[in-house]
């Protein structure tokens, strides 16, 4: 692979065969940053679980400290009531067969779907389009549910959801360049305890094999995995 004179100058400093500690990674990515916008804090997590068993799936959300950094647009499928409460609460948008039809037609402005359960027969003939970009909601995620209000107010505020893919990793985000250390020490823990206590049951051996950290366009720093967890 090529690699571009911007991404050698950024790791010209960085050892990246060894493990670092959660704090020397992100001084590091924060002094390396090869770029002049806020760039995200991603997490990259390598489980011991195997997702092609039902009782080892990997899925749920937690709600950063500090928050995302990010602007999200939230879209609630509700009626009555409990659209009402989504609006007040400050969801972008509400509504029911409407927006299914204009999700249909190709629109997507909206960072993340939230519906009550009796909205779920709209919601469901969108699996195709929702699925692949990781937005249809679900109970374990706590994006099927009654308590709307609560739900988009936390969305807005930092909540981030999780879930491992095929291949057994969990990719998330944790903040931006522009955040203190401490406040992304703080949002990194609570992402990872999050994750801790969603292991499944029935998975035996080691959890989590390795972690990875970087920034939207900067390299990636190993973690020491055991003291993580």
């Not at 992100?26 to 770029?35: A, D, M």
């Not at 499928?77 to 409407?98: H, S």
């Not at 801790?196 to 900067?218: D, Q, W």
């Amino acid at each position: 692979m090529k690699q571009s004179k911007r991404y050698k100058d950024s790791v010209k400093d960085l050892n990246l065969t060894k493990f670092y500690t959660l704090n020397e990674g992100i001084e590091l990515l924060k002094k390396v940053s090869p770029v002049k916008f806020d760039e995200t804090f991603e997490v990259a997590l390598k489980l011991g679980v195997d997702p092609k068993k039902a009782d080892q799936q990997v899925r749920s959300s937690v709600l950063l400290p500090h928050g995302t950094g990010k602007k999200v647009k939230v879209l609630v499928f509700a009626k009555g009531d409990k659209a009402k409460e989504a609006l007040d609460a400050g969801a972008d948008y509400v509504g029911g067969d409407e927006l299914a039809e204009k999700i249909k037609e190709g629109w997507s402005d909206f960072n993340q779907v939230i519906a009550t359960p009796d909205m779920m027969r709209v919601v469901g003939t969108l699996g195709k389009i929702l699925g692949p970009r990781g937005l249809m909601p679900a109970p374990k995620a706590g994006t099927v549910t009654t308590e709307v209000a609560k739900t988009v107010k936390e969305v807005k505020a930092g909540r981030v959801e999780f879930r491992v893919d095929k291949s057994s990793n969990i990719h998330s985000i944790f903040g931006k360049l522009s955040f203190t250390s401490e406040h992304l020490v703080n949002n990194y823990k609570a992402l990872l305890d999050a994750i801790v206590k969603s292991k499944p049951a029935a998975m035996k051996g080691v959890y989590i094999k390795s972690i990875s950290i970087s920034t939207t366009m900067g390299p990636g720093i190993k973690l020491e995995c055991n003291s993580m967890q």
